[in-house]
């Protein structure tokens, strides 16, 4: 359309040859694309999920937020010095596991943020966690189909995920949540799949999924619980419940387990880890001070298995500290408090989210509600539309009893399954209603981008937060 417009306006003649090529090339894709809308969708997303990950990768070429632990944690495989973390270890084994293919040599301190690194080791370990996350629009297309969205409305879907800076920002460093994401709502999609196919390898794939997601962060159970507790509520018969049941927990156990083990076979010498540990576990470690100690039996792997478990349980109630970019469960919605991530001069770092799509999610959810109570829901939906307000409360509440600080990225399970939400909220708008929303989504990623990507501040943004305390 845009050849053909340009092609009836006066132009000088010499170009009309040129125009009439760019025509001929075009015509076969988009007749492609019109016969494969799926395909093509698909295509497009994973296409710009890279380009939004990997615009100005490795850059900057300093410590930012988390890498500090991340980065350290991730290199120690490599020493096979004991280390001990809050979290699972199958995102830290992810990322060591890529560099391993590249002769990663850990050369760097990962001292404090702001360190600058000392050789480009850094890229091998931000590019899987900027991967996982370059799939995620791909991955909520999908899940708008399976849940019986419009075509256009699942690709709107993917857009916001496409544009949400928040999501861009933790995805581009040395950081585990987007495994965590990813694998989370991939189980959900792989899951519907399945729902609807009945073919035993997608339900297969969904424990393994979910399993991954758990193994990353404790966070990701909600994948596993919601679907078992749909299954429970909607298994035709007693046995079919306990075969469902059966699959879902073994693959996800072994999967679970199964990284536990690998850690526990990396890490084999002693390392500052070792003082959250007892005397019997510490004497599996070479070099500690109880490996000569013949009066302590060691542990097995399954004793260390369940202690190590016990442990970072404890370490999570013990976290009292506050953060001065800390915020509470409640705040999250609004968007009350960002995260300073990185500053150097004018160039600055933020975890923001977009607003249109963080508070447009936020009003999805209430308009669905209000869908539901009033019971606007076609049959076809009723399922879905359930299936994610649920998802939405049960991934988000929890918070509420946890005393720890938190922080705004906490809240991306909950912000996933809002922005599902809004898919429903907006499935019956008309396809002007959804093109509104695509460029509103559009025009707050540019607004925020700068603080995305740590270039020269905008000055519009820099003055809106100044305009709100909780922003600075």
Not at 44 to 65: C, E, K, T
Not at 110 to 126: P, S
Not at 278 to 290: D, E, N, V, W
Not at 345 to 364: K, R, Y
């Amino acid at each position: 359309h845009f050849l053909a417009r340009i092609q009836s306006m006066r132009i000088p003649a010499w170009l009309t040859p040129h125009i009439q090529r760019a025509q001929s090339a075009s015509r076969p894709v988009m007749t492609w694309v019109k016969a494969h809308p799926r395909r093509a969708s698909l295509l497009a997303l994973v296409i710009l999920g890279f380009v939004s990950r990997f615009w100005l990768f490795g850059y900057p070429n300093q410590a930012v937020f988390d890498e500090v632990y991340f980065g350290k944690f991730a290199s120690a495989y490599y020493t096979h010095s004991y280390f001990f973390d809050i979290h699972p270890p199958l995102g830290k084994l992810l990322i060591a596991g890529f560099v391993w293919f590249f002769g990663f040599n850990p050369t760097q301190s990962f001292a404090t943020i702001g360190t600058t690194y000392n050789d480009d080791g850094y890229l091998f370990l931000r590019f899987l966690p900027s991967l996982a996350s370059a799939l995620l629009p791909a991955i909520f297309y999908l899940l708008g189909r399976e849940l019986k969205l419009k075509q256009r409305t699942a690709l709107l879907l993917g857009l916001a995920v496409l544009l949400e800076n928040g999501l861009i920002t933790q995805g581009r460093f040395i950081l585990i949540d987007s495994f965590l994401i990813l694998f989370g709502f991939a189980s959900l999609a792989a899951w519907l799949a399945w729902r609807r196919s009945h073919k035993r390898h997608w339900l297969i794939l969904t424990a393994l999924l979910a399993g991954a997601s758990v193994s990353v962060k404790w966070t990701g159970l909600i994948f596993l619980a919601l679907i078992l507790f749909v299954e429970v509520t909607t298994a035709p018969r007693f046995m079919t419940l306990i075969k469902r049941i059966f699959v879902l927990l073994s693959v996800s156990f072994l999967v679970y387990f199964s990284s536990f083990v690998i850690h526990f076979s990396l890490l084999t010498k002693t390392g500052d880890g070792d003082a959250f540990h007892t005397p019997a576990f510490q004497k599996t470690l070479h070099g500690s001070q109880y490996e000569a100690d013949d009066t302590i039996k060691p542990l097995n792997l399954p004793q260390k298995f369940l202690e190590l478990n016990y442990q970072m349980f404890a370490a999570n109630q013990r976290l009292t500290a506050g953060h001065p970019y800390g915020s509470h469960w409640y705040t999250w919605p609004i968007m009350q408090r960002p995260i300073a991530y990185w500053v150097l001069n004018e160039n600055q770092i933020w975890l923001f989210g977009n607003p249109i799509v963080w508070w447009g999610s936020t009003c999805g959810v209430i308009a669905l509600v209000v869908t539901l109570v009033r019971r606007k829901v076609s049959k076809a939906q009723s399922f879905g539309t359930r299936l994610v307000l649920f998802g939405f409360f049960a991934s988000w509440l929890p918070f509420a009893a946890i005393t720890r600080v938190m922080f705004l990225y906490h809240y991306f399970i909950p912000l996933g399954f809002a922005i599902l939400c809004t898919g429903y909220a907006l499935d019956k708008q008309s396809l002007r209603v959804q093109q509104y929303c695509a460029t509103a989504i559009l025009l707050g990623f540019c607004m925020v981008f700068p603080f995305t990507y740590g270039t020269a501040s905008n000055l519009l943004f820099t003055y809106i937060r100044s305009l709100i305390p909780t922003w600075r």
